[in-house]
């Protein structure tokens, strides 16, 4: 929308420039809020705090790349030996061992005490 604004160039063009800065603000006011209210949600979803949420979105996200990498193996493997007993030798990566898995990455993160930061004390006398 910034972008469109800088665009927005001329004499008649006030009205849909002002229009386009309100928007703007609006825009911001909105993403401000949302990001106030992502701790608190998190919280009331079980999680202790948005580190413990990110690291187990990351381990779930590889979790489902590994088993979209697996998937795509297979879909080639059984695209190359279209015999009936191939298909049998190969069979697709399991759907639901991979959602208990998530599952479990889930319930195990959220049952985690949160790690309390340690502060660094820095005693510049005694170097």
Same mark, same amino acid.
């Not at 800065?21 to 948005?50: F, M, Q, S, W």
């Not at 030996?81 to 889930?106: D, F, G, M, N, Y």
């Given at each position: ?5 800088? #665009? ?24 401000? #809020? &949302? ?9 009331? #979803? ?22 979209? &990498? ?32 998530? &599952? ?19 005693? &510049? #006398?005694?170097?």
């Amino acid at each position: 929308m910034k972008q469109q604004l800088a #665009d927005t160039k001329g004499l008649f063009k006030v009205k849909e420039r002002k229009a386009l800065e309100v928007k703007i603000k609006e825009t911001e006011a909105e993403i401000a #809020d &949302r990001l106030d209210k992502i701790p608190d949600t998190l919280k009331e #979803d079980g999680y202790p705090d948005v580190q413990v949420f990110m690291r187990t979105f990351r381990e779930m996200e590889s979790v489902v790349e590994q088993y979209n &990498r697996d998937l795509a193996e297979w879909k080639y493997q059984v695209s190359r030996k279209p015999t009936a007993t191939a298909k049998e030798q190969h069979r697709p990566p399991e759907k639901q061992s991979v959602l208990k898995h998530l &599952r479990e990455i889930q319930e195990r993160n959220k049952q985690k005490p949160p790690q309390k930061q340690r502060k660094k004390s820095i005693d &510049r #006398d005694s170097r």
